[in-house]
Nanobody, 124 residues
Framework: QVQLVESGGGLVQAGGSLRLSCAAS????????MGWFRQAPGKEREFLAA????????SYADSVKGRFTISRDNVKNTVYLQMNSLKPEDTAVYVC?????????????????WGQGTQVTVSS
């Protein structure tokens, strides 16, 4: 059973940067594809980025491509989301997730483990 705990959220001005972290415990972290999602009030959960356990490739949503970077440290059992050039529309709760699925990138339903999320607020 994998537990995921996000950190690093907060309030930032438009154009600023934040780095989110997601610490995993309780499982073999290296076997999981890790993903980041976000959910804004009144909106559906949105996929942002994914990285397989090898770290050799990544997948991004068009809305964040070129601004966000996902990475992982399998020694620290941690996945990161570096967010640059933030916009007010990036305001949401950001959640990390873990998948043992074999498709790439995993379908949302293949993510079996979810964190509680961290709030990111971007002011204009």
């Amino acid at each position: 059973q994998v537990q995921l705990v996000e950190s690093g959220g907060g309030l930032v001005q438009a154009g600023g940067s934040l780095r989110l972290s997601c610490a995993a415990s309780g499982g073999t972290f290296t076997y999981y594809t890790m993903g980041w999602f976000r959910q804004a009030p009144g909106k559906e959960r949105e996929f942002l980025a994914a990285i397989p356990w090898t770290g050799g490739r990544t997948s991004y949503a068009d809305s964040v491509k070129g601004r966000f970077t996902i990475s992982r440290d399998n020694v620290k059992n941690t996945v990161y989301l570096q967010m640059n050039s933030l916009k007010p529309e990036d305001t949401a709760v950001y959640v990390c997730s873990a998948s043992r699925g074999i498709t790439w990138p995993p379908r949302e339903y293949e993510y079996g483990y979810w964190g509680q999320g961290t709030q990111v607020t971007v002011s204009s």
